[in-house]
């Protein structure tokens, strides 16, 4: 079975997507990750790149014997799978683009990025994460995953708060659309307060392959806030490729022997 690889977005952690993990786990072998100097990796220190990010996730797969995925990528961790198709896009078989866009410049951003790195070196890395782990949701600080989610955000250091900024601030993927060929389906909460429309409407319209699901009356953590429907897609976006499996090997087995 072919693995489904989740790397999660800007201060972000593996821990997040323990409700996909349990809802996919009959079709679907999941793999999380977290990215140095975030969630459980916390104590190692972040680079400064997307493409740093993505040579980093690409080798870590390696040594866990992972050569070919399915892959998904949520908001930061969206611009970090886009680098990794383009660095390695044999080894990816379907890819879900959650959340995110491809440029790392954000007009329509609930606040410029420039701003997001002045104002974490005054108030410091705990009351960042909360700020800004709040405009994540639709209901912010009173919506339901906001105290789990602001938790793993509260793991990463100021130094992995500018890197993964200056990360995102410098990256442009726009030049690497056109030449994604794996299926992709792209995921968008309407009311997202960090990628606007534009962003996501251009992934769904450059990439050859793509599906487009908008999920109504949430923002930017429509997993945490509408896990039931946001499952309910990837497991549809998947379905076909089990069925796909089921049938080449119903052939395989009934194939005459020569």
Request: aromatic share 8%.
């Amino acid at each position: 079975m072919t693995p489904l690889v989740m790397v999660h977005g800007f201060m972000g952690g593996s821990r997040q997507w323990a409700e996909q993990t349990k809802a996919l786990a009959s079709c679907l072998d999941v793999v999380t990750i977290d990215l140095p100097g975030f969630g459980l990796n916390a104590h190692l220190r972040a680079p400064d790149t997307i493409t740093a990010f993505a040579t980093w996730v690409l080798d870590h797969l390696r040594t866990q014997g992972i050569e070919r995925f399915h892959l998904l990528g949520h908001s930061m961790g969206g611009m970090i799978a886009q680098e990794m198709v383009a660095l390695s896009p044999d080894r990816v078989d379907r890819l879900v683009l959650y959340g995110t866009g491809a440029t790392g410049v954000l007009p329509g951003r609930f606040e410029p990025i420039h701003i997001s790195k002045s104002r974490a070196q005054t108030d410091g890395p705990r009351k960042t994460a909360r700020r800004i782990a709040a405009t994540w949701f639709l209901d912010r600080e009173a919506a339901t995953g906001f105290e789990g989610c602001a938790a793993i955000a509260e793991r990463s250091s100021l130094q992995a708060i500018e890197a993964g900024l200056n990360a995102m601030e410098g990256w442009n993927g726009e030049p690497n659309l056109v030449a994604i060929k794996a299926p992709t389906l792209v995921i968008w909460g309407d009311h997202d307060r960090t990628y606007p429309w534009h962003q996501t409407e251009q992934l769904w319209t450059a990439i050859d392959d793509t599906s487009l699901a908008v999920i109504p009356n949430c923002a930017h953590a429509a997993h945490l806030e509408k896990p039931g429907i946001f499952n309910r897609i990837l497991r549809d976006f998947f379905e076909d490729v089990g069925l796909q499996n089921q049938s080449r090997a119903v052939l395989e087995s009934s194939a005459p022997v020569t």
